[in-house]
């Protein structure tokens, strides 16, 4: 499954109080819940959690007293000033689970568009997509090196085998701007 393992602790104080305390440890407070799953309240150690999300991990191994759970990053809620990670929730997974989420759109290639004196825009951050979870990248990579000046690339134009686009088909990902004549 996930290429990054952690290690939990469990918690014994809930609430605002025993997550403060999980904080001053330097650790993070986190939920883990599943279909067929009995919710779990966990820690992790912030300094790991911010590195395999910093490596944009959508798969975790999470190692438990009971096992290692496959998890799947659903939520992950920052500090609104330093950023930092202060509370993170993670779903169970089998490889053979269809899942529902949005992955970033990584742009690959150089257009001819951008020779033709165009510039690129990315008018999307994200996509939405339906996959199994055997088969979730961490990026859903677009390849614009046929994109000539002037033209949009649009979400029925995207392909994949293992992934089912979930966005309306005529909304645009990429455009290639014309640059104005002065």
Known sequence: MGAISLETLSRE?????????????SMV???????NQETRHLAVK????????????????LQTEGGVLPCLVREVQRHPVSEEVIH???MVVQPSQR???DLPVRLVGNPIGVKQ????????AKVRVSCLVADLPSFFEIDITNLE?????????LSTEQMR???PDHVAVVQITKMRAK
């Open 29 to 35: 407070p986190v939920v883990v819940y599943g279909r």
């Open 13 to 25: 104080r809930l609430g605002k109080g025993g997550a403060r305390q999980q904080r001053l440890k």
């Open 88 to 90: 993170a929730d993670f």
């Open 99 to 101: 899942v529902t989420l």
């Open 117 to 124: 004196g165009g510039q690129v825009r990315k008018l999307m």
């Open 165 to 167: 686009l979930l966005n």
């Open 149 to 157: 000046a002037g033209r949009n690339l649009l979400v029925k134009d």
């Open 46 to 61: 912030a300094h790991d959690l911010q590195m395999a999300l910093s490596r944009h991990a959508r798969l975790i191994d």
